[in-house]
């Protein structure tokens, strides 16, 4: 919300604060900044002038020559402007001046004749491009009226004073305008707020003679309101209009319409102003949209509407989308004489839906979807109306259509005090509690008890806890001290959490770093790693209101975004990189929530790196997590891997997820330049397999006894099938094999290959002799050769 300083002045007494010292206030009750637009830091020396002559510049056919009065003397001025003329007020940029963007204005020759200063557009003087009114849009501002040659420029139109931008939090919708902004001021500082003039209405039913109005879907549109307004004078605003418009972030248009910006930007609520000739029969009916119904909106689209949207119609047509943007078949034009101006409160759900379904989101709606008062209505149209007449836009017709059906009761909340001094951990008193309730215009009953009545603007007050806050923020954070937690129970890691944190452990100790990605993907991401039409995987969550395309379904398998992780890293020209992600996937099932399964994949590419430095990383995970009896088999039939280069792991019998290095094409597809390898791994499946009781085993007593061994095989025997059959023959002297060698070459017949073992051998209750090593060394050998034709080389 941007909040000018100067417009900011019209409903509370800030004279004297500092800027520093206002925002620091605020952000201490809630209001946190966002930045600070400061005119003055920019513009210097810039200066009200008169242009008392334009002549053709001898030597250039698209340049003028000015003499233009800046007060204290004429200078001449040549410029390129179109849209001047003799006897304009503009501002002028003045010899050692300074315009927006810090550029510094000097006076020289342009095509020989001398320039002693530039005027200006608002372009030039900070304002930005979207803001601009259309007539000012490549042109020199023209000022509405005369004022004091020389003067500065930002004290003629009130710029001196800086624009605050505050973020407002979603349940603070009041504070989406002026007056919402000024109460938190006036709360923080004590200060007493003043409002805003409206128009005082007569005993009259004269409006009737004009407009109706039937609200159909009451669920839908609470309430109504409604005034007319006749001679109407389509015109520009006054200048003091537009520029606080513009400060705001709202660009001009004419002055009916900027005045219901105003107002809506004054107070929070939208408003809009119908042609009331273009209505057929005066007659505004709220309604749900029809079958197959469409509308021209202002931004001149045809917008294809949904049945459960609400619409503003004519008997005979939709002329406003409500709550979002009004229709261009009842647009104000220069040509209006009559105008119905609505104000009204429509559900913030269905603002919000229709908003998204169409892909439209404006001023108006942002307000609505966040929660209108119904309350406010009635002060803002006659708000509206005092503008009308005051700036001389039109006449009001007396008479006022108000149709609100179901008035909502008051909200009414019991507190304590000493649940209040409790929550803040403070000393308060009744009397302290209830004084900053009343800065807030929260009334306190008593009733069994006390009772506070929040005002109607303040929706997102209705439980005690609510109140808790306001006076916190009103005593001061900054004033609360610190104090330890309380509790009655000590907080502990469940067995999953701990499981989690001592993989994630080990994987850091691997130099394996975490991401965490998006849960929304898109369906073509399973395209993207060639996974099988037929997988179990293609079958996933969709979202009902998708923020688009890229995040359409909820994701079915952790590879897409790991790959994803790795082609930025790749192409940010990380030389090697190793990555995981623990995280859920989603997949479907009919009539209840979607299955979570908490998958780990692991990620990496590097030149040093290769599908053994993968499996290493794997192995390291799986025993620092306890986990016994696993291997892994030969992978041929995984799309997204290397057909020649990927396993399957294995705990026991269960299959718990697959490695490998990603196949050339899907390389490809995500842009990775390198050989990438990645582990996809069932992560709840190895916490079932984690050991976490882990028995102490003493330092052994007796030396251990090494014997290497190198058997020739052929190609299609496996590690695992040797190394089964020798842990089942070495049986409880055998204490580890481990391969540290596998060789083809010229000395090894074709078809086969050589590979060599360390064997260990050790007894708990003796030192082993080299005759019990050798005979059980001898078993192993025979039955290698039985059982898979291995020979000793």
């Known amino acids: 919300m941007r909040v000018p300083v100067e417009w900011l002045k019209d409903y509370v007494n800030i004279d004297g604060i500092e800027t520093k010292t206002l925002v620091d206030r605020l952000v201490l009750t809630g209001s946190n900044n966002e930045g600070i637009t400061d005119f003055t830091r920019q513009i210097e020396n810039v200066v009200v002038g008169k242009i008392l002559e334009i002549k053709q510049h001898p030597n250039a056919d698209k340049l003028v020559v000015c003499q233009v009065d800046v007060g204290a003397e004429v200078i001449q001025i040549v410029t390129g402007a179109t849209n001047i003329s003799e006897m304009d007020y503009i501002p002028v940029a003045l010899h050692g001046s300074t315009i927006a963007g810090g550029v510094k204005i000097k006076k020289g020759k342009l095509r020989g004749e001398v320039s002693n200063g530039m005027l200006c557009s608002f372009d030039e003087l900070g304002f930005d491009g979207s803001v601009i009114p259309k007539e000012f849009d490549d042109g020199i501002l023209i000022l509405d009226q005369a004022y004091p040659l020389g003067m500065p420029f930002l004290e003629t139109l009130k710029l001196s004073d800086p624009i605050i931008d505050f973020e407002i939090t979603p349940n603070r919708s009041d504070c989406l305008s002026m007056i919402g902004m000024a109460r938190e001021v006036a709360a923080s500082f004590d200060q007493t707020l003043v409002h805003p003039k409206v128009y005082e209405d007569k005993a009259s039913s004269e409006i009737e003679k004009y407009a ?157 979807e966040k929660g209108v008062s119904d309350q406010l209505p009635l002060i803002v149209v006659n708000r509206i109306c005092h503008l009308i007449e005051a700036l001389g836009a039109g006449k009001v017709v007396p008479g006022l259509i108000d149709v609100y059906p179901n008035p909502k009761d008051k909200v009414r909340i019991p507190f304590r005090i000493s649940r209040i001094n409790q929550v803040i951990g403070s000393d308060l008193t009744e009397e302290d509690v209830i004084g900053f309730l009343k800065k807030l215009d929260i009334r306190v009953e008593r009733e069994d008890g006390l009772v506070a009545v929040p005002p109607h603007y303040r929706l997102d007050l209705d439980k005690e806890i609510d109140l808790v806050e306001e006076v916190a923020r009103l005593y001061g954070y900054d004033k609360i001290q610190m104090t330890l937690p309380k509790a009655a129970t000590w907080g502990a890691l469940t067995n999953g959490q701990r499981i989690e944190k001592t993989a994630k452990t080990e994987l850091l100790a691997s130099g394996v770093n975490e991401i965490l990605t998006y849960s929304f993907v898109s369906k073509r991401d399973l395209d993207r790693i060639r996974l099988g039409e037929n997988s179990y995987l293609r079958n996933q969550v969709e979202l009902i209101n998708p923020l688009g395309e890229e995040f359409s379904v909820m994701r079915s398998s952790l590879v897409p975004n790991v790959l994803e992780v790795l082609s930025r890293n790749y192409n940010r020209k990380n030389q090697s990189v190793r990555i995981f992600e623990m995280g859920s996937v989603f997949l479907p099932r009919e009539n209840d929530l979607p299955i979570e399964r908490k998958m780990l994949t692991i990620g990496i590419f590097g030149e040093q790196e290769d599908f053994y430095s993968l499996k290493g990383i794997v192995e390291s995970l799986l025993d620092g997590m306890h986990v016994k009896d696993y291997f892994f088999e030969k992978e041929a039939n995984a799309p997204t891997y290397h057909k020649g280069r990927c396993a399957n792991l294995f705990v026991g019998k269960h299959l718990v997820g697959t490695l490998g290095e990603i196949h050339p094409l899907v390389q490809e597809e995500y842009s990775i330049g390198v050989r990438s390898y990645v582990a996809d791994l069932d992560f709840n499946l190895l916490m079932q397999m984690t050991t976490e009781d882990v028995l102490f085993t003493p330092i052994p007593k007796y030396p251990a006894v090494e014997r290497d061994m190198a058997v020739l095989v052929r190609d299609e025997v496996t590690s695992r099938q040797i190394e089964t059959i020798v842990r089942r023959v070495g049986g409880k002297l055998l204490e580890s094999i481990r391969m540290f060698d596998m060789y083809k070459g010229k000395q090894i017949s074709e078809g086969h290959k050589s590979v060599a073992y360390a064997l260990i051998f050790r007894a708990e209750d003796r030192t082993l002799s080299d005759d019990e090593v050798n005979g059980v060394f001898s078993k192993i050998l025979k039955e290698l050769e039985a059982e898979l034709g291995a020979q000793l080389r």
């Open 212 to 368: 109706s109005v039937v609200i159909e879907d009451p669920d839908l549109c609470p309430r109504y309101t409604a005034k007319v307004v006749q001679d109407i004078k389509i015109e520009n605003s006054p200048m003091w209009l537009q520029i606080r418009l513009m400060q705001a972030g709202m660009r001009p248009i004419n002055n009916i319409v900027d005045i219901t910006n105003y107002v809506m930007l004054e107070y929070g609520q939208p408003i809009h102003a119908f042609d009331l000739d273009s209505v057929d029969e005066g007659k505004i009916i709220v309604r749900r949209v029809k079958p197959n119904e469409t509308i021209v909106t202002l931004d001149d689209k045809e917008r294809a509407l949904e049945e459960d949207m609400l619409v503003i119609a004519d008997p005979k047509k939709a002329i406003a989308l409500a709550g979002v943007m009004g229709g261009a078949n009842t647009e104000v034009t220069p040509e209006t004489k009559r105008v119905l101006l609505e104000v009204a409160t429509f559900d913030k759900t269905s603002i919000r839906k229709t908003s998204k379904e169409i892909g439209l989101r404006s001023e108006a709606s942002s307000r609505y």
